[in-house]
Every structure is written in structure tokens, then in C-alpha cells.
């Protein structure tokens, strides 16, 4: 950080900055795990034998997800999600004659 900025820098700034990064890392390797998870199964369908460690693409992956809250970063004609579509509010002609 020192080299960087080329300021000085408080120890407890460098531990507030680890624990940040360490919450990070925590929320990818879980989210690794699930992808390899996912993989398996998929794997699995094809008869393939489940891969027991975590590989790059797995790591990949997670963080992609994570960046994208969840969301696909496909587009809705590719298999991503379609964003909602505005409902008509035009009044429809039935019940409208007058007797």
C-alpha cells in the first residue's frame, strides 16, 4: 500500500483492509464450491466421474456470479433473464356499451 499511494500507512488501516479482502475471499470459495457442485451434476448426467477439487473455471465462475448479484449476463434471447414486460393500461372495450 506504501508503494502505491507513497504515504504512510496505519497498521489498523491494513487489518480493516485484510478483513475486507478475507470477506471477499470467504464469499468466493463458497460460491466455488457450489459451482463445482453444479458441474458435478452436470458432469454426472453424462456419465463423466465427479471432479473433487476446485479447478480455476469453479473459481472463475463464482466470482462472475458474484459480481453479478446473481443476475445473467446473458441476454434475455441467449437464455438470460427477460426483464419484465410493462403491462397494457389501454381500458378494453368490454362493458363498455351503453344500453
Known sequence: ????????????AV?????YFE???????EQSV???KKKNGLEGIQGLRPQERIDRGCIRKAIKSINNNGHSSMP????GKKPKEKQDERHTQEGTEVV
Do not use: S
Not at 487489518?15 to 478483513?19: A, D, L, S, Y
Not at 434475455?76 to 437464455?79: K, Y
Open 1 to 12: 500500500m506504501r508503494k502505491v499511494t507513497g504515504r504512510n500507512i496505519e497498521k489498523r
Open 15 to 19: 487489518m480493516e483492509f485484510i478483513c
Open 23 to 29: 470477506e471477499k475471499m470467504n464469499m468466493v470459495i
Open 34 to 36: 457450489k459451482e463445482l
Open 76 to 79: 434475455g434471447r441467449a437464455g
